[in-house]
């Protein structure tokens, strides 16, 4: 170890230190092909990602200061320690002053660079040997963590002073801002997206369905990958909601729950995890413990090396609170609402309803009044347990709501639930949505009168849905609302002509007779976009996006809801998609409407062509 740590002391250390990593790299690469590599099959497609598990076999070492290093090079040595695999950051403390490393927090905040952070002399700042000297620390900043990690876009210019003073003849950081400061690819090589969960503020439409008080929402945070990841996330957990989707979640820890004192949580060889909480997490039982368990195994799951199959909630002296096993809490399961998913729906080239059914059997119009072509059809939604259609028509004016059971053949269509009254078909109606409380969403984008809209149940009176972030002039031409019903993905029309993604939470109050809805808090999703032409959820806090950034190619990928980068490997490209189609169950595969068709993209392959004749796919939702 002191000789691979010799071998990374620093003339020239980032260099040095990069180069490092993709000596272990390649090896590691090298030995697993080598163990396995094939003489012949079919070429495959391989898909990629720019931030994989795979980098988990590489691992980073601090420097620890050398003698007679000026100003410049102690505070690069200092921001290149705080990229290493420590817990707490012992080596980078080695180069701040005895009182600035008891007080410095790491944890603060992340401030994100598109690069890595450039180091130089403060300019004008700079003064004598003997009142210290400062160094500017500058780049393009992309986003920002918070203490609740909690990611965030946010572009613009970072530019912080590192102060220095000579501490027994050699320099030390004596003043610097509390948190970290890392280029993109060492955050996304320290750092994973994961999901913590809490409970929907569903207000009184909870009432509409079963269980409605206990539907998980994801919330997704950045966590270091190889420090104590499940003590890690079952504290972020006890955090709370980040700052965003707090007011439409909640979470049944009792406020100033933490973890036990020196608590560090595995799961054991049986899958079983064992929580110890403060006196205040020990004060809930019965009802809300069992929530509370819920909450932690589905939290963990995605970061424990093995499958968790039982969480038992102690308190102080070990005191039973509760325990669940995963059958036990299956009706708490993250998205309960979105429904099976047996098929997946578009509009034939008779303009009517029809479904992509069973494996290898051929498309066929739906049951019911949607799938006899009494109204030419152009987008369709389905609800969540696939008993209805929402279909609006070929010219955008009408919205039709009917059944898609068998038993309705003889039942005629009937007129439109919603009509809109612009003239020009592209300012009339978006194609539908189903959250997953049986209500039905649409926006009108009539100039004269734009609107969002809800209908209960798919059948009442469409409400208007305030959405106060809009400003006059722009406008929403499509949208997807989650099954969980407290998040909807927005594609905002700017009054520049450009069309953004933007993800809105659901705030939903009033009375059952008397409901309020707002759609509030806007904000990107993805913001390295210029233009987006389609979005559909594909996971708990995951879309699929259709765009392109500026001055390039439209391209497909995925999107965390936090507006991060997903880690999910790279979509292959495809040309002119005007429509995508996910399920938030990810077992299902991605559809697109392109110019040759409806393709499909299985798991770990290239495109392949469903019907050559059918536009607008979708899952139910």
């Known amino acids: 170890m002191r000789a691979a740590e010799g071998r990374m002391r620093r003339n020239?250390?980032?260099?040095?230190?990069?180069?490092?990593?993709?000596?272990?790299?390649?090896?590691?690469?090298?030995?697993?092909?080598?163990?396995?590599?094939?003489?012949?099959?079919?070429?495959?497609?391989?898909?990629?990602?720019?931030?994989?598990?795979?980098?988990?076999?590489?691992?980073?070492?601090?420097?620890?200061?050398?003698?007679?290093?000026?100003?410049?090079?102690?505070?690069?040595?200092?921001?290149?320690?705080?990229?290493?695999?420590?817990?707490?950051?012992?080596?980078?403390?080695?180069?701040?002053?005895?009182?600035?490393?008891?007080?410095?927090?790491?944890?603060?905040?992340?401030?994100?660079?598109?690069?890595?952070?450039?180091?130089?002399?403060?300019?004008?700042?700079?003064?004598?040997?003997?009142?210290?000297?400062?160094?500017?620390?500058?780049?393009?900043?992309?986003?920002?963590?918070?203490?609740?990690?909690?990611?965030?876009?946010?572009?613009?210019?970072?530019?912080?002073?590192?102060?220095?003073?000579?501490?027994?003849?050699?320099?030390?950081?004596?003043?610097?801002?509390?948190?970290?400061?890392l280029g993109e690819s060492d955050f996304q090589r320290i750092y994973r997206p994961i999901n913590t969960y809490y409970y929907a503020r569903l207000g009184p439409d909870a009432e509409s369905i079963t269980?409605?008080?206990?539907?998980?929402?994801?919330?997704?945070?950045?966590?270091?990958?190889?420090?104590?990841?499940?003590?890690?996330?079952?504290?972020?957990?006890?955090?709370?909601?980040?700052?965003?989707?707090?007011?439409?979640?909640?979470?049944?820890?009792?406020?100033?729950?933490?973890?036990?004192?020196?608590?560090?949580?595995?799961?054991d060889d049986s899958g079983v995890l064992r929580v110890r909480l403060n006196s205040r997490g020990a004060t809930a039982e019965g009802k809300r413990c069992v929530r509370m368990a819920a909450q932690v195994l589905y939290s963990v799951q995605d970061q424990a090396s093995a499958k968790v199959s039982k969480v038992e909630l102690v308190g102080p002296k070990d005191r039973a609170m509760c325990a669940q096993t995963r059958e036990q809490v299956a009706a708490y399961q993250p998205g309960r609402l979105n429904g099976s998913a047996k098929n997946a729906y578009f509009i034939d080239e008779n303009h009517r309803v029809a479904a992509f059914r069973g494996k290898g059997e051929p498309p066929r119009p739906v049951e019911g009044p949607l799938g006899r072509g009494q109204v030419e059809m152009g987008s369709v939604a389905v609800n969540r347990i696939e008993s209805e259609g929402a279909a609006v028509s070929r010219g955008r004016r009408g919205l039709y709501v009917a059944s898609l059971e068998g038993s309705s053949a003889a039942t005629a269509l009937g007129d439109p639930v919603l009509t809109s009254k612009a003239k020009r078909e592209n300012d009339r109606l978006t194609a539908p949505s189903w959250d997953g409380l049986g209500d039905l969403w649409v926006a009108d984008r009539d100039p004269d009168n734009p609107r969002l809209l809800r209908l209960r149940g798919g059948k009442e009176r469409p409400d208007e849905v305030r959405v106060p972030d809009l400003d006059k002039g722009e406008r929403i031409e499509s949208l997807r609302i989650s099954s969980d019903g407290v998040r909807i993905a927005l594609l905002v029309r700017e009054r520049d002509g450009h069309t953004s993604l933007q993800l809105g939470r659901v705030v939903r109050r009033g009375t059952t007779k008397e409901p309020?809805?707002?759609?509030?808090?806007?904000?990107?999703?993805?913001?390295?976009?210029?233009?987006?032409?389609?979005?559909?959820?594909?996971?708990?806090?995951?879309?699929?996006?259709?765009?392109?950034?500026?001055?390039?190619?439209?391209?497909?990928q995925y999107m965390e809801t936090d507006g991060s980068v997903s880690d999910q490997p790279t979509l292959p490209g495809i040309t002119d998609v005007t429509g995508v189609a996910a399920s938030e169950d990810e077992s299902k595969p991605l559809l697109a409407d392109s110019e040759d068709g409806i393709v499909r993209l299985p798991p770990d392959a290239n495109w392949r062509m469903l019907t050559e004749t059918g536009s607008a796919p979708a899952y139910p939702g």
Request: with cysteine.
């Open 12 to 181: 020239g250390g980032a260099l040095r230190r990069q180069r490092a990593l993709v000596v272990l790299a390649a090896c590691g690469m090298l030995l697993a092909g080598c163990a396995s590599m094939p003489d012949g099959g079919k070429v495959k497609h391989v898909t990629s990602s720019h931030r994989t598990d795979g980098d988990s076999q590489v691992r980073v070492y601090s420097v620890s200061p050398q003698k007679g290093e000026a100003p410049t090079q102690i505070v690069r040595g200092f921001l290149e320690a705080t990229t290493s695999d420590e817990a707490t950051f012992p080596t980078a403390r080695e180069y701040l002053t005895r009182s600035l490393a008891r007080r410095w927090d790491p944890f603060a905040s992340t401030t994100v660079l598109s690069d890595g952070p450039s180091v130089r002399k403060a300019p004008r700042r700079s003064t004598a040997v003997e009142d210290g000297y400062s160094v500017e620390v500058s780049g393009s900043r992309m986003a920002e963590v918070d203490s609740k990690h909690a990611y965030s876009p946010s572009k613009g210019d970072y530019s912080e002073v590192f102060h220095l003073t000579k501490v027994d003849g050699e320099w030390r950081i004596d003043e610097m801002p509390d948190g970290l400061v």
């Open 516 to 556: 309020q809805v707002t759609v509030e808090q806007l904000r990107p999703v993805a913001p390295q976009l210029v233009d987006v032409s389609a979005a559909s959820w594909a996971g708990g806090s995951r879309l699929v996006v259709v765009g392109r950034e500026s001055g390039s190619v439209q391209q497909l």
């Open 211 to 267: 269980d409605g008080q206990n539907v998980l929402v994801a919330d997704p945070v950045y966590l270091r990958r190889r420090i104590d990841p499940v003590t890690k996330t079952v504290s972020a957990l006890l955090q709370g909601p980040s700052g965003w989707i707090d007011p439409v979640v909640t979470s049944s820890f009792p406020r100033g729950t933490r973890l036990a004192p020196k608590e560090h949580l595995s799961v």
